[in-house]
């Protein structure tokens, strides 16, 4: 039987064509969910702080919120994966988005009474944090069963591409609809694209659940704590710029925080797409210790930025570093999880991000409260340094490992 000669560049170019929309059909609903996200990472903390009147570390616990309800929820979409599938994860995390888009909308009408509207957003963000946990782990591992394990790096980076990717449109579409419509619309869009999906999600074909003893969790988890530890270390330079850079920015009197997160998710974006091959060709650990290193480099000019233009290259290159972090370390997390369990590794290991985001909100509102905004680049910095030290440690031992 006649086949395409495999080396030929047209066919290949036509495979990975055909792959990469294949993975995208999959991972698209990550895009959905993290629009809602950036729609509100723009917007949330300067309306929680300005418009209702609390402080920054009040806004801060504000959009952690969400992380709280992703870390709690990490294990349950794991094991909903592993035992319902991975198309039934994705479908409730959408109905849990719209849930939180009806209870951000509402809370717009409640503004006059400050603490209900604070209540109500609270409420929105534990459920976005669940919907987050539940469509990220579904659609990830719905990809990788769709598109065949070997391709389990490029499903994880295009995953990544369609989070960040999600942040970097949705912040500025959170700032015109506020500008324009007032916040009514930020809850409006978010019940919208929430329950939009929904239809095509139900139309999918079911990823296969794959039978065998189950481990128990906390025995996934403890396999995948070391490379757990270096993403979550390695997200506190995200987690403060995305939560405080629009409030460090109005702080300065200085317009463009939106473009800020924008050129962020945009520089992620670009590495992802320029450079994830690496991680088959170098490993994953030598990928993250780079990543890192050019992280650093992005949040130290944050940091000593005393003008815009630095605040763009600093969020530029902050986010061309932290690109291939999640999916560098992720491999090494999962590579060795029986094939039944990848759904709970998964999820354990991105709890490791949840929790870092989730404490990062209130301990850098509490660093700004104590020593203005530019302090806060320098926890992050002092982070990364350890997530370096500890993701180097670990290719040292696998190099050991290997020449014994």
Not at 261 to 282: C, D, S
């Amino acid at each position: 039987m006649f086949r395409p000669v495999a080396s030929a560049p047209n066919a290949r170019a036509a495979s990975g064509a055909a792959l990469n929309a294949r993975i995208f059909s999959f991972v698209g609903y990550s895009l959905v969910c993290y629009l809602t996200i950036g729609i509100q990472l723009a917007v949330l903390p300067g309306y929680v702080h300005l418009t209702l009147g609390y402080s920054t570390m009040l806004a801060g616990l504000i959009v952690s919120a969400e992380y709280v309800a992703t870390v709690l929820t990490r294990p349950w979409a794991g094991w909903i994966v592993d035992r319902r599938g991975a198309k039934t994860s994705v479908v409730f995390g959408q109905l849990l988005c719209g849930a939180s888009g009806l209870l951000t909308l509402t809370s717009a009408f409640a503004h006059r009474l400050p603490w209900l509207g604070l209540l109500l957003l609270f409420a929105a963000r534990l459920a976005l944090g669940a919907s987050e946990s539940l469509v990220a782990t579904g659609a990830t591992i719905w990809g990788i069963w769709g598109v065949g394990v070997e391709n389990t790096a490029a499903v994880i980076s295009w995953n990544g591409i369609c989070t960040y990717g999600g942040v970097a449109l949705g912040a500025p579409l959170g700032v015109v609809l506020l500008t324009s419509f007032g916040f009514s619309a930020v809850g409006l869009a978010v019940l919208v694209l929430g329950l939009g999906p929904l239809l095509l999600a139900l139309r999918q074909p079911a990823a296969p659940i794959i039978h065998g003893e189950k481990l128990p969790y906390h025995h996934v988890f403890r396999r995948v704590t070391m490379q757990g530890l270096g993403l979550g270390l390695g997200s506190i330079g995200f987690g403060v710029l995305a939560t405080f850079i629009t409030l460090d920015f109005a702080h300065r009197h200085w317009s463009g925080a939106a473009l800020a997160l924008t050129l962020f998710g945009a520089l992620f974006i670009f590495a992802r797409l320029l450079f994830a091959g690496w991680i088959k060709r170098v490993g994953g650990y030598s990928v993250a210790l780079v990543c890192f290193i050019t992280e650093m480099c992005g949040l130290i000019i944050l940091w000593q930025s005393h003008t815009r233009l630095m605040d763009f290259c600093g969020a530029a290159l902050t986010g061309f570093g932290f690109s291939l972090v999640f999916p560098a370390l992720g491999v090494e997390a999962v590579h060795a999880i029986p094939p039944q369990d990848k759904g709970t590794a998964l999820g354990a290991y991105g709890v490791f991000m949840d929790f870092s985001l989730m404490i990062t909100g209130p301990v850098a509102g509490a660093i700004i409260g104590a020593w203005g905004f530019p302090s806060m680049y320098l926890f992050a910095v002092c982070a990364v340094v350890l997530a370096f030290l500890l993701t180097g440690m670990q290719a040292l031992r696998r190099r050991e490992r290997a020449i014994a």
